[in-house]
């Protein structure tokens, strides 16, 4: 390979590892690795990057398994769209919520999860850290500009089950980006 293929291929490779997202976790004393990345698209755009996150023991596992698993587990939103608003945002999980609900998942918390995102403003570039660690619950974390705040806790095992089948579960959000999800 010549110099200016090296330098190309380095390029490259820098390129892409500061595409993908940083995971790097540890909940409830335990590593979380990531299951896989997925994307969220619609009408051919890409809305955001999702990533999930679960302990070493569910790397690979199935579906039911991640989401009826009682351990730290982590979901990333990183919205790449100037087109996702927080009104769009939450419509959004409103209605996967809803699909969630009719594949047999307690959505009973639904109001306390969409609540937290009441003060917020959604932008190109924000994050959603969503944590879910055993006997907690799922802690909403929020960053925009480079600043990270805590947006509240939904203590409940069923929301955290209801909130990862919107992604993988029987109707996700988008079956493409569940087989990421999942590393298939």
């Known amino acids: 390979m010549n110099k200016k293929n090296m330098v190309r291929t380095a390029v490259a490779a820098v390129v892409l590892a500061a595409s993908l997202p940083v995971f790097a976790y540890t909940l409830g004393g335990k590593e ?3 299951n896989g ?10 809305l955001y990057k999702a990533t ?10 199935s579906e039911t398994q991640v989401i009826d698993a009682d351990q730290p587990q982590v979901i990333t939103l990183n919205i790449v769209s100037s087109m996702i608003t927080k009104d769009k945002f939450v419509s959004a999980v ?3 919520l809803d699909n969630a609900a009719k594949a047999g998942y307690s959505i009973a918390d639904k109001p ?13 570039g924000d994050s ?3 944590q879910y660690e055993p006997g907690k619950g799922m802690t909403v974390v929020y960053t925009t500009g480079g600043k990270t705040t805590v947006l509240g806790t939904v ?7 209801a909130f990862t089948a919107m ?3 029987p109707k996700p959000i988008q079956d493409s980006m569940k087989k990421e999800l999942l590393g298939k």
């Open 32 to 34: 979380i690795i990531n």
């Open 112 to 124: 306390a999860y969409v609540a937290l995102f009441s003060n917020i403003k959604i932008v190109k």
């Open 37 to 46: 990345t997925g994307t969220r698209t619609k009408f051919g755009m890409t």
């Open 155 to 161: 203590k409940n095992l069923q929301f955290k089950r």
């Open 94 to 96: 409103n209605d996967a």
């Open 167 to 169: 992604f993988i579960g």
């Open 128 to 130: 959603f850290a969503h």
């Open 52 to 61: 999930l996150g679960v302990v070493k023991e569910l790397k690979g596992a």
